[in-house]
Structures are given as structure tokens and as C-alpha cells.
């Protein structure tokens, strides 16, 4: 999705870029791997057509796939977003191509509803999970011998296929026979409605997906942290540097670039969030879960509103887009601040 | 790359543009030439179909299938398994339908789809090959949600009603009468509840879905007031609106519903009074099945079926949504004429008898309710099902869907205790206006 933003902008200089790209893996002299050493430029030349052919060969299938899968249909969607569609006996027809469908769903009130959730929903989410994701990362690092058994039990939840974990959830916060509904009641006195109140079901919906994303966060930050040289720790150990002073200065600012990945990805994710809520409230209580992936597919699959149900489904897309490419430049201008200070 | 961005861009537009002059349509009247006719040569349909609920034994399908194909010797039916959920049904098989793909020839489908999958092309209008008299022999309010604008989307197959199941031991114990207004109901519930012999007083559904949209329309026809008026636009409102809201929101008030009726569905409120916790249970026909099953349930054999009741005063009792299933014919069939065929066979005597032998739903034939063979089966749901008075949900319109939204979302908020049954009513008023005007998303 982003190729094609920057397709739009710098059409000619992504694809003079990507043409370099391509030539990319073979750029080396031919010699010492074609096996006897070629006598001038041409059997070279020959050689490195043929590999490329081979690797056109071998790449064909998945480019098919991709352009079928990927490219068609996202083209196919963006073309549906502006068109007025109706069906019809036998298949369907274009009437004509407008942007109503945008107008209608950026000024109507679930629209603005959905994207407000979502917008909460990815920052909150997003925002525990690194920071309890980073702390998990930590210990793990100290753990030594038992990291191991450690890790493969934190990363339980994130094995586990979305929609089972959230029917999963939705077991324990069930009003009737819920575990975590019967241990609220021993300690509160009363039953609570936790899938029923907005503020509550909001809240439920934040634990689960904390609880399930946080170990990927972790296991990417551990990363980062064994890739950290164990030098700087003996330098700022030499300065004089507190443990928190260390983490701050050294392990932090080392980290930013893995971290960074992290949240990216974490952003992706959360802002297309649909099988938690669609398991857990089905975007209730009222509207109040309603997440803008959900919105689009009621739009479409249920009321049948094909033009706008691809408008939803485009400006989502354009939205998380609009977030990563943001997310990243803030990014890089703190990183080379941070290097020049 | 030698495939750059911008061709792939160009490609992927020049694609979609040859697919959509690819997908021209065809003409109504060849389509209904070819499904007038039953072929003699060997076909096979597909027939998209959920589980039908059966009174344990064989499959219900199955045994529908092997009558049809008796009668036909020459063609073959091939079950295509649909989801049980209605909503996802639906997200599945319009997929499919909107694809103009050619199977499922015929599909099972809810009573709340005719207008909206005829609106869009996706079942094909049969009224044509019906004979006139066809529609004498099924509920009218059956009749008036298969038709969208004169023509009929969707064969009548079997159909969902809605009852109140109550606990005979508990009300014998404590010497009270089947209630028979929702005052009485409240006043009872409340008795029992005090006793410390059950938790709940009366379950229902109020979660966000279809199923709260039932329980608004059966509260709101026991009020006597409409959603939509006679033309077609909304009618919603008044005392007769807010009596139906404010008894939504008493209910959870006092504590005979439980507040987390909110998030409940049909198999929340079933597995809580079937486990033993509530006095009085609304749910479809299918519930009695579940509730006299000893494996199932723990209240087996002393659970009493009776229609809904009323409120206080002359208006009317026994009010049940008309909910059900029905065959729907897909357009883009290759065996239109064996398609149609199979759909009204699925609604004729001998199909419709081996429902009510052997699923646990009521069969849409109403004639059948009357033979021995129904009080044979034991079962008091198809005995009393004529005593019931079936209400359409507001679903002739294509924008069904925004409207059922409309409704369950503020009823879902007066139950909550989110808002009064005035402001509720208020708010539904301009949410099915928006809906109905096509604005809703």
C-alpha cells in the first residue's frame, strides 16, 4: 500500500529505484561463482541474462498470485469506492463514477464514531504494549537458563488464533457463567455487566489485546536487546552511570530502532482490529466497539452498500498509511536528533 | 523492476474495467423462460442450507433431499453446509451471490432478506411461476415479508416463533398462575425471586443484533405502536413506543432481567434457564426442544410452553416476530428450472411433512399443524402455534438492515439504563428517518 502513495507522488523515480532494486542481487562479478573464470564481457553477459530469466521463472508464479490477490484487488476496491454500482441478474454494473461515497462517509456520524474507537483503541493498546512489552523484555534478558520455558509460555497468547483467544475471553467476561464475572461478584458484592457498559467493554476489549500482543512485542525488543554490544554497558559503567541512568542513555536509545518496527506493526494491527470486537460485543454495547473495519464490513456485507463500504475500507487504509509515514518521520527526525545531541 | 508501479497501476484499472463490461446483465424474462421448465436431462443442484434443527434422528436435510430426488429421478441435490449464524449467512452467501457465481442454486435464507436481496438482484422473482392460490396455504405475515414490491423473493420453508417458557415447579410451589400480562410477569418473577428459588426472574436478548430487533418489534406490537407507517415511512413514536421501551427498561430495573441481558443472545438467555437460574424465558420454538432434553437441560420436564403475554388492559396477547427460513432461487443458477423446482418442493405437503415429523421447527405449510401427526409429535409449540399473532419486523425496505440497527441500538441503550425510553424513542425516530433515506452507513 505504501508503494503505491509513492508511486503517486514520485512515479518515475520510484520506478527508475525499483528498476536499480532489482538488478540488485547480482551486481557482483560474475567470475568466481560461474565456476571457470569467463574470458571477457559477453559469456558474463549471457550468464547474468540467463539467471535473471531463471529468476523471472521462478518468481512468475508469486507475482501472478500477488497481482491477482494484492494489486487487483486493492485497484479493484478503490475503483468500486467511486463508482455507483448496482447488481444485477448476471453480475453487476458501473452506472458512473463519483465521490459521493466519501462524502457521505466522512460526514456521517458512525463514521466519526468508528474512527474515534479506533483512534483510542490503537494508542492505548499500542502504548501498553510497548512499554509492558519493553519491561517484559528486560527480564527475560536477566533470566538466563529459564529464558527459555519463560519465553514459550509469554508466548502462549500470541500463538493463539485471534478469534479463539477473544471467544476465549468472552467466555470468562460472559454475564451468566463467566469466571471473571463470578470473581467480581465474590469481590464486589454485585454482578457487573462487563461486555454491556461502553466504558467497561472498551476496557475488556484493551486487556485482551494487551494480554495477546504484548509477548510480540517483548520477543522483538528482546531482540534488540542481544543485539545491544556489550561494550556500552562497560563504558557507561566506567562513567559512572546508575542503572537508570544507563537504561535512559544507552539501552533506550539503542533500542529506538527495533522499538520503532515494533510499533509500526502494532499500529497496522490495532487500527484494523475486527475479530476482537466482532467475537467479544459485536460492536456493542450500541455503537460503542465499533471498530472501522467492523463499520466497513456491515456496510458492505450487510446493508449490501458496496460503494461505500470501499470508501470505509479506502480511507481506513489511507488513514493507517497517513499514520505509519507520520509515525516514521517523527521518528527519524528524534533519532537524528538524538544522534547529533 | 521491467513491471513497474505504474503499470501494474494502469493493469490492475484496464482489468477491473474489462470485468465490469464482462458482467453485463441478463434479461429477467429469459431467465424466467428457462426456470419455467424442469429439465428431463441429469442435473445436479446445490443447496446452501444451515442446520436445521431436528428432534434428534437423521438429518433433516438429508431426508428432504432423498424425497426430492425420488420425485425426480433425474436430478441430484448436493447440501452445500451454510453457517448457523444469521449475519455471517448472509456475509457468505452475498459474497457469492454478487459474484454472479452460478451455486448455490438454491439457498436457505432468514425472512428478513427478500427485500434487501431483491432490491439488489440477488434472488430471482418467482411470483410468475407461482399459481395464484399459492399464498392461501401459508401465514399471511409470511407472505407479506417474502414480497418486495409486488414480486416474491423467497419460497416459504419452515418458520421461528417466538414463546414464553416458564417454570410449572416453581409457579406450583408458590401457588401463582401462568401470567398472563407483563405486569403479572413482573409481579410473579419478583416473588419467586425473593424466595431464593431462582436467580433471574425473565430472560430475553438485548444484545446489538438481529435478536434484539425481534424483542423491540414483539414489545412495540404489544404496545400496539408500528415502526413503520403504511407508506412505508417511520411511525415510531408516542406513549404506545415509550410503554414498549420503558417495560424494556422496568425489567432490568427491578432486577427480574439481569442487566447483562445486554450481551445476550438467544443461546446466553437458553443456557441460563435451561441451567436452572430463571423463572420465565423468551425464545423461539426451537428453545422447547432444548429445554426437554434431559442430556441438556436441568429443568427438563418441568417447563411449560405458553404464548407471550400482553400488557395490561384490551391489547393483544400471544404476540410472536415472524421469524423463519425460506428458499431463495439464485439468479445466475445453470438449472433454473430444477432450482425452482427443488425450492417448491421445499415448501409443498410432502416436504413440509417430513418437518414437522422430524425438525424441531414449525413448518410454514399451516395446514399440516392440523393433522394427528402433530400432537403426535409432543411437541406444544406446533399445537400453539396457531394461536399466535405473527408481526413482520419493518423489513420491506432494502435498507432493513440500518433500520434494525436503528432500533436495537437504542433499545440496547434504554436496557443498559444509557437513556430514557423518551430519549430512546426520539433517538430511534431519527435513526430509522436517516436509515430509510438511505444516509445511514
Not at chain 2, 454472479?100 to 411461476?129: C, E, H, K, R
Not at chain 2, 398462575?177 to 425471586?193: G, N
Request: aromatic share 10%.
Amino acid at each position: 500500500m505504501t508503494s503505491s502513495s509513492a508511486a503517486s507522488s514520485s512515479s518515475s523515480a520510484a520506478s527508475s529505484s525499483a528498476a536499480t532494486v532489482s538488478r540488485g542481487p547480482d551486481p557482483e562479478p560474475p567470475g568466481p561463482r560461474t565456476g571457470p573464470a569467463p574470458r571477457g564481457g559477453g559469456p558474463a553477459r549471457v550468464s547474468r541474462r540467463g539467471r535473471a530469466r531463471t529468476g523471472w521463472f521462478f518468481a512468475s508464479p508469486a507475482l501472478l498470485v500477488i497481482a491477482t490477490v494484492t494489486v487487483f484487488s486493492v485497484l479493484f476496491s478503490l475503483l468500486l469506492s467511486f463508482a455507483d454500482v448496482r447488481l444485477e441478474y448476471g453480475g453487476f454494473r458501473i452506472l458512473s463514477l463519483t465521490g459521493d461515497h466519501y462524502a457521505a462517509v466522512l460526514s456521517s456520524p458512525e463514521w466519526r464514531h468508528a474512527l474515534v474507537f479506533t483512534f483510542g483503541f490503537t494508542a492505548v493498546t499500542v502504548f501498553l504494549e510497548l512499554v509492558l512489552g519493553t519491561a517484559a523484555a528486560l527480564v527475560l534478558e536477566r533470566l538466563g537458563a529459564a529464558r527459555g520455558w519463560v519465553l514459550a509460555v509469554l508466548l502462549l497468547p500470541w500463538a493463539l488464533i485471534n478469534v479463539v483467544a477473544a471467544q476465549l475471553w468472552g467466555y470468562l467476561f460472559n454475564g451468566t457463567y463467566g469466571g471473571l464475572t463470578w470473581l467480581f461478584e465474590q469481590l464486589l458484592g454485585h454482578q457487573p455487566d462487563i461486555l454491556g457498559q461502553p466504558a467497561s467493554a472498551m476496557g475488556a476489549m484493551v486487556v485482551v489485546d494487551v494480554w495477546k500482543t504484548t509477548p510480540f512485542v517483548a520477543i522483538v525488543v528482546l531482540a534488540g536487546l542481544m543485539l545491544i554490544p556489550g561494550d556500552v554497558y562497560e563504558a557507561a559503567e566506567i562513567d559512572g552511570a546508575g542503572a537508570w541512568t544507563t537504561f535512559w542513555k544507552v539501552t533506550l536509545p539503542q533500542l529506538r530502532p527495533i522499538m520503532a518496527i515494533a510499533v509500526l506493526f502494532r499500529i497496522l494491527q490495532a487500527f484494523g482490529i475486527f475479530d476482537l470486537p466482532f467475537v467479544l460485543t459485536q460492536g456493542g454495547p450500541g455503537t460503542a466497539t465499533e471498530s472501522l473495519a467492523i463499520l466497513g464490513y456491515k456496510t458492505l456485507f450487510q446493508n449490501l452498500d458496496i460503494g461505500r463500504g470501499a470508501a470505509v475500507a479506502t480511507t481506513t487504509a489511507v488513514i493507517v498509511i497517513g499514520c505509519c509515514l507520520l509515525f516514521l518521520r517523527v521518528f527519524r527526525t528524534q533519532a537524528d536528533e538524538g544522534g547529533r545531541a | 523492476m521491467a513491471l513497474s508501479r505504474r503499470t501494474l497501476l494502469a493493469g490492475g484499472l484496464a482489468a477491473g474495467a474489462g470485468l465490469t463490461s464482462g458482467c453485463a446483465g441478463k434479461p429477467l424474462d429469459t431467465l424466467l423462460t428457462q426456470a419455467a421448465h424442469v429439465p428431463r436431462t441429469p442435473a445436479t443442484l446445490v443447496w446452501w442450507v444451515p442446520e436445521i434443527p431436528s428432534r434428534k434422528g437423521p438429518v433433516v436435510a438429508d431426508l428432504i433431499i432423498r424425497a426430492f430426488e425420488r420425485r425426480h429421478p433425474n436430478l441430484r441435490v448436493r447440501k452445500s453446509n451454510a453457517l448457523s449464524a444469521t449475519d455471517a449467512n448472509r456475509a457468505a452467501v452475498t459474497t457469492q451471490l454478487a459474484g454472479a457465481a452460478p451455486t448455490p442454486d438454491v439457498y436457505l435464507g432468514d425472512t428478513t432478506w427478500p427485500a434487501q436481496f431483491g432490491a439488489n438482484s440477488l434472488a430471482l422473482p418467482v411470483q410468475t411461476l407461482l399459481p395464484k392460490d399459492f399464498w392461501a396455504d401459508y401465514p399471511a405475515a409470511l407472505r407479506r415479508v417474502s414480497e418486495y414490491h409486488g414480486a416474491v423473493y423467497a419460497l416459504p420453508f419452515y418458520t421461528d416463533s417466538s414463546f414464553l417458557f416458564y417454570r410449572k415447579d416453581l409457579l406450583a410451589k408458590h401457588g401463582l398462575p401462568v401470567p398472563r400480562t407483563w405486569e403479572e410477569l413482573l409481579r410473579t418473577a419478583r416473588r419467586i425471586q425473593r424466595a431464593g428459588d431462582a436467580a433471574y426472574g425473565f430472560l430475553w436478548q438485548a444484545s446489538v443484533s438481529e435478536s434484539l430487533t425481534c424483542n423491540v418489534t414483539e414489545f412495540l406490537a404489544d404496545a400496539q405502536a408500528p415502526v413503520l407507517d403504511k407508506a412505508g415511512g417511520v411511525a415510531l413514536d408516542g406513549s404506545g413506543a415509550e410503554r414498549a421501551f420503558a417495560l424494556m427498561r422496568e425489567l432490568t430495573e427491578t432486577g427480574v432481567t439481569p442487566r447483562t441481558v445486554t450481551t445476550y443472545v438467544e443461546a446466553d438467555s437458553q443456557d441460563a434457564f435451561t441451567g436452572g437460574r430463571g423463572v420465565f424465558l423468551r425464545n423461539w420454538s426451537y428453545a422447547w426442544g432444548n429445554a426437554a432434553d434431559r442430556s441438556a437441560s436441568k429443568v427438563a420436564g418441568r417447563v411449560g410452553v405458553v404464548p407471550r403475554p400482553g400488557f395490561d388492559g384490551d391489547g393483544p396477547r400471544g404476540v410472536s416476530c415472524a421469524g423463519g427460513w425460506s428458499n431463495f432461487v439464485n439468479p445466475n443458477s445453470r438449472q433454473l428450472g430444477a432450482a425452482v423446482a427443488f425450492a417448491r418442493f421445499c415448501a409443498g405437503e410432502e416436504a413440509q411433512m417430513i418437518l414437522l415429523k422430524n425438525a424441531g421447527v414449525i413448518p410454514a405449510l399451516e395446514e399440516v399443524l392440523t393433522r394427528p401427526e402433530a400432537r403426535r409429535v409432543g411437541d406444544p409449540t406446533l399445537t400453539r402455534a396457531k394461536e399466535l399473532r405473527l408481526v413482520a419486523r419493518p423489513v420491506q425496505t432494502p435498507y432493513y438492515p440500518q433500520v434494525s440497527k436503528a432500533l436495537y441500538t437504542q433499545a440496547n441503550a434504554v436496557t443498559g439504563g444509557r437513556a430514557t425510553p423518551a430519549q430512546a424513542v426520539r433517538a430511534a425516530r431519527a435513526d430509522i428517518r436517516t436509515a430509510l433515506e438511505g444516509r445511514a452507513l
